[in-house]
């Protein structure tokens, strides 16, 4: 019998917890890692920045588009895209996972596996976390970070005449959901970015040191989360379509499903991009690449000089 036969009832509470932690790797920040009432992690900050997400299943994911692993990679990312967002530095993440009885060991494994390889790219482990029955598969992840002796940059620092800035991908994920929303599973690296976003976790605090005066991480699209530093900052921002970068890839899946790609670009979320304001005339760190302007306040979000007026962005509950 395979080790990752059966169900996660026919393994045992204690058994599928050493079977997700064993012969893991922690990085030394983590002092204490799995086993013991809680975990012990460095903060040589003396601060400790900390963000959590619920992923449910049949909302945020689905099994039979993604892999377990793609799921268990993006839980883990859409956290430590936040801590990134602040300015600082991942550290570790915990998670919470509830599931039905039935649910094959091989899930919860593959959801392991996952995170740990997300935690690893982002320099960190899985350092604790928590076990439980539901009637569904819910994940939630609690990461953490340290800001290296910086302040926290957030959404409520932008002023008028500050470049707006982006670092990563946008429009991949909501291309990726479109494609498979007709059935289809291919372009892969289309697909793949919806199932598993990849968050340029380092670029953060760059922009940090760099001076960025407010900084966001992508979720619930481009236009939505600036509109969240706009409101923060009580100022207005705009954005240059002719400095967006929208790829021949997004152009051709566009074509084939008669979709604007750059309304994906503009207020498709899950790429966990990061979008940051800069002082004027600042030097970008390598990665980052200017879209727009903050403008004066009451201005609103617009789009080359223009209010854009088809509805996009995420929102929970709509």
């Known amino acids: 019998m395979s080790p990752n036969d059966g169900t996660v009832a026919e393994t045992g509470e204690f058994a599928l917890i050493r079977a997700v932690t064993e012969g893991r790797r922690q990085p030394p920040g983590t002092l204490l890692g799995p086993g013991d009432d809680a975990a012990v ?50 550290t570790t993440v915990l998670v919470g996972l509830a599931c039905p009885s039935d649910t094959p060991r091989e899930v919860v494994t593959g959801l392991a596996d996952g995170m740990w390889a997300e935690a690893e790219r982002a320099g960190v482990g899985v350092s604790g976390g928590d076990m439980v029955r539901a009637d569904q598969l819910v994940i939630s992840v609690t990461a953490l970070g340290d800001l290296g002796d910086r302040e926290p940059v957030t959404r409520s620092g932008a002023r008028p005449g500050d470049l707006v800035a982006v670092n990563g991908r946008l429009g991949w994920a909501a291309a990726g959901l479109a494609v498979l929303g007709r059935g289809f599973r291919s372009p892969v690296g289309v697909v793949n970015a919806q199932r598993c976003p990849e968050p340029p976790y380092e670029a953060g605090p760059r922009a940090a040191l760099a001076g960025a005066t407010a900084m966001i991480d992508v979720s619930d699209g481009l236009l939505a989360d ?41 207020t498709g979320g899950e790429d966990h991009a990061l979008a940051a304001t800069f002082p004027p005339f600042t030097e970008l760190p390598d990665g980052w690449r200017t879209i727009g302007v903050v403008t004066m306040a009451d201005s609103g979000i617009t789009v080359d000089g223009k209010p854009f007026s088809r509805e996009g962005g995420w929102t929970h509950w709509r």
């Open 41 to 90: 992690v460095a903060a040589p900050d003396g601060r400790v920045v900390a963000s959590t997400d619920v992923l449910v299943q049949g909302v945020h994911f689905r099994l039979d588009w993604s892999s377990p692993e793609h799921v268990g990679r993006k839980a883990v990312a859409v956290n430590l895209a936040d801590i990134a967002a602040m300015g600082a530095t991942p």
């Open 226 to 266: 600036l509109a969240h530093i706009g409101e923060a900052s009580g100022v207005g921002i705009d954005v240059r379509t002719a400095d967006l970068d929208v790829p021949a890839r997004l152009s051709e899946v566009g074509a084939a499903l008669g979709a604007d790609p750059l309304d994906w670009v503009l």
